[in-house]
Nanobody, 123 residues
C-alpha cells in the first residue's frame, strides 16, 4: 500500500496558477501509476491527469490539456500537478491517487487515495 498526502491547494484568481504536490510513503510508489482527480460540489469525481511509472507517459483530460502538467519524482516519492490559466470551472477538491494496476482515466483502477486539497478559482 501507498499513503498519499496532497498539498498546495488554495484560493487563486482566474488566470492564475497553482502547483499541487503529492507526497507518497511506501517503497513501491515508483512502480505505481499516479493520477490526479477532482470533484466539484454536486458533481462526480473526474479524471484530470495521470502519469505511467514505466515510461513517464502522461495523459490529460481534454478540459485541462495545455494548461496542466503532471510530473513525478520517483527518487523523492513525490508527484506534482502544475495548473496554469485557471478558471472558475477548475474549482474542486483535487485528489492524488496511485494505481498498482497500471495507468487509467478511471478512478476505480486506483487503489490508493489522498485526502484531497481544495482549489478555489475566483472570477
Amino acid at each position: 500500500q501507498v499513503q498519499l498526502v496532497e498539498s498546495g491547494g488554495g484560493l487563486v484568481q482566474a488566470g492564475g496558477s497553482l502547483r499541487l504536490s503529492c507526497a507518497a510513503s511506501g517503497r513501491t510508489f515508483s512502480t505505481y501509476a499516479m493520477g490526479w482527480f477532482r470533484q466539484a460540489p454536486g458533481k462526480e469525481r473526474e479524471f484530470v491527469a495521470a502519469v505511467r511509472w514505466s515510461d513517464g507517459n502522461t495523459y490529460y483530460a481534454d478540459s485541462v490539456k495545455g494548461r496542466f502538467t503532471i510530473s513525478r519524482d520517483n527518487a523523492k516519492n513525490t508527484g506534482d500537478l502544475q495548473m496554469n490559466s485557471l478558471n472558475p470551472e477548475d474549482t474542486a477538491i483535487y485528489y492524488c491517487a496511485a494505481s498498482a494496476f497500471g495507468v487509467s482515466i478511471k478512478s476505480a483502477i486506483y487503489n490508493n487515495w489522498g485526502q484531497g486539497t481544495q482549489v478555489t478559482v475566483s472570477s
